[in-house]
T-cell receptor, first 113, second 112 residues
Framework: GENVEQHPSTLSVQEGDSAVIKCTYSDSASNYFPWYKQELGKRPQLIID?????GEKKDQRIAVTLNKTAKHFSLHITETQPEDSAVYFC????????????FGSGTRLQVQP | NAGVTQTPKFQVLKTGQSMTLQCAQDMNHEYMSWYRQDPGMGLRLIHYSVGAGITDQGEVPNGYNVSRSTTEDFPLRLLSAAPSQTSVYFCASSFSPNYGYTFGSGTRLTVV
């Protein structure tokens, strides 16, 4: 089955700096790659996603890039703010076989004011 | 429109007891999944369903059963609770495997 690896496990940045979280996946059939943000004690919330026919997608301060050849995708957060502090999860899925999200192990992002 | 509703929010079980975690969605989503979340291990897929009457195993199915008799409901049954099943359980749903899943608020289960 699909295996998604996520790095780093923890990331501390100063307010205003950029943060980058990277994920790799194993199943070349995966074609959907969402990112979720989970605040302490809350449910995961979708923040951005990308499909395999697109290389990059932006939404205000966040962007995701996808390299299908290398089977990796990344989340970029610019001008970080304290409210960006949370755990971020990448995931992958496909529309054949096991049609459910496989998640990475998460990155705890701390933005220092 | 309530989204994905999970009950109960908290539960303490004794080893060997059984129980059912409830999950219901009102968005007419075909795809539903159960995940467990343990510290440092992300969200691991227990079981999933691609429509009423169709279920399949995920990464960690042992000790859990599911059924999908209606589009709306996807209950998760713990057959004989063990301390290793202490975790936070999330139900999620989507109208497509290639579309963002909506998560329920979770059930925090402790098995003593």
């Amino acid at each position: 089955g699909e295996n998604v690896e996520q790095h780093p496990s923890t990331l501390s940045v100063q307010e205003g700096d950029s943060a980058v979280i990277k994920c790799t996946y194993s199943d070349s059939a995966s074609n959907y790659f969402p990112w979720y943000k989970q605040e302490l004690g809350k449910r995961p919330q979708l923040i951005i996603d990308i499909r395999s026919n697109v290389g990059e997608k932006k939404d205000q301060r966040i962007a995701v890039t996808l390299n299908k050849t290398a089977k990796h995708f990344s989340l970029h957060i610019t001008e970080t703010q304290p409210e960006d502090s949370a755990v971020y999860f990448c995931a992958a899925s496909k529309d054949t076989g096991r049609r459910a999200l496989t998640f990475g192990s998460g990155t705890r992002l701390q933005v220092q004011p | 429109n309530a989204g994905v509703t999970q009950t109960p929010k908290f539960q303490v079980l004794k080893t060997g007891q059984s129980m059912t975690l409830q999950c219901a969605q009102d968005m007419n989503h075909e795809y539903m999944s159960w995940y467990r979340q343990d510290p440092g291990m992300g969200l691991r897929l227990i079981h999933y369903s691609v429509g009423a009457g169709i279920t399949d195993q995920g990464e960690v199915p042992n000790g859990y059963n599911v059924s999908r008799s209606t589009t709306e409901d996807f209950p998760l049954r713990l057959l004989s609770a063990a301390p290793s099943q202490t975790s936070v359980y999330f139900c999620a749903s989507s109208f497509s495997p290639n579309y963002g899943y909506t998560f329920g608020s979770g059930t925090r289960l402790t098995v003593v």
